[in-house]
């Protein structure tokens, strides 16, 4: 930064205290480093519940795959394996879609109406600042003219722009106290407002968990019946194969 020994239309005066300043700096940029996170993790859950529903219609589409192999018009069992895979598969799907609808009402769309208080926020720290500028502004104004010899004009002239300074000073006031006020209560609540949101992801995610792991087991329990059925059936056919070619030997010798 440039270092600037006069500053023009700067008024002498401290007229906002450094630990008032400091304060104010100190709570805008908690809410500025909260408005980043917001937007971060609204964009993290369109990805999570984009890459959810990604994964399940892949499922689908394997067991789907699976139903069209040639195989399954040969082997009645392996037809009851791929179709119990398939009817699992959809009805992951669909309950899958069931948690991402219940992830966007109760997570993301809270989350879009919390960052709606950004932009509004953000407006009232640029109005803050131009009312400080114009206090500062009149303020110097004030200060030049009671610098100045008191003659009659210059009387006039200060009288006229303490006139002017009296309002802008008590809306500069009043509008930095009103965010010194607000923005730690909004800041603080922000536990509050997102509790429910985090504890319906976290039910939403276990009750989906909890059905897959149910019905994976039932899957592999139908399909390893169904596999064991197929081993048995080859290793049958297998063992007849070699006892008729253990005859043939027989008769041959």
């Not at 990604?54 to 791929?82: G, H, R, T, Y």
């Not at 879009?112 to 104004?141: H, I, T």
């Not at 407002?193 to 985090?198: C, D, N």
Request: glycine share 4%; charged share 30%.
């Amino acid at each position: 930064m440039s270092w600037i020994p006069f500053k023009i239309g700067q008024p002498k005066k401290q007229i906002v205290p450094k630990t008032v300043e400091r304060d104010f700096e100190r709570e805008y940029g908690k809410l500025q480093q909260l408005e980043e996170q917001t937007k971060r993790l609204q964009k993290d859950m369109r990805k999570s519940t984009d890459a959810d529903l990604a994964m399940s219609k892949s499922a689908v589409k394997i067991s789907l795959d699976l139903l069209s192999n040639p195989l399954c018009e040969q082997d009645q069992d392996f037809l009851n394996m791929v179709t119990a895979l398939d009817t699992a598969m959809k009805r992951m799907d669909a309950f899958n879609q069931e948690k991402v609808n219940q992830i966007q009402k109760t997570v993301i769309e809270p989350l879009k109406k919390f960052g709606s208080v950004f932009p509004s926020l953000n407006m009232a720290v640029k109005r803050r600042e131009q009312a400080l500028q114009d206090y500062r502004r009149l303020q110097a104004k004030v200060e030049k003219y009671e610098e100045k010899e008191k003659t009659g004009p210059v009387l006039a002239k200060l009288h006229q722009a303490r006139e002017e300074l009296r309002p802008v000073r008590d809306d500069f006031e009043a509008k930095n106290k009103q965010l010194l006020d607000e923005m730690p209560r909004f800041y603080n609540s922000r536990l509050d407002y997102f509790q429910p949101s985090f504890e319906s992801l976290i039910r939403a995610q276990a009750a989906f968990l909890l059905w897959c792991l149910c019905r994976r087991h039932r899957t592999i329990l139908v399909s390893g019946l169904a596999f064991l059925g197929l081993q048995l059936r080859w290793w049958s056919g297998l063992g007849r194969s070699c006892t008729t070619q253990k005859c043939t030997r027989s008769l041959e010798t």
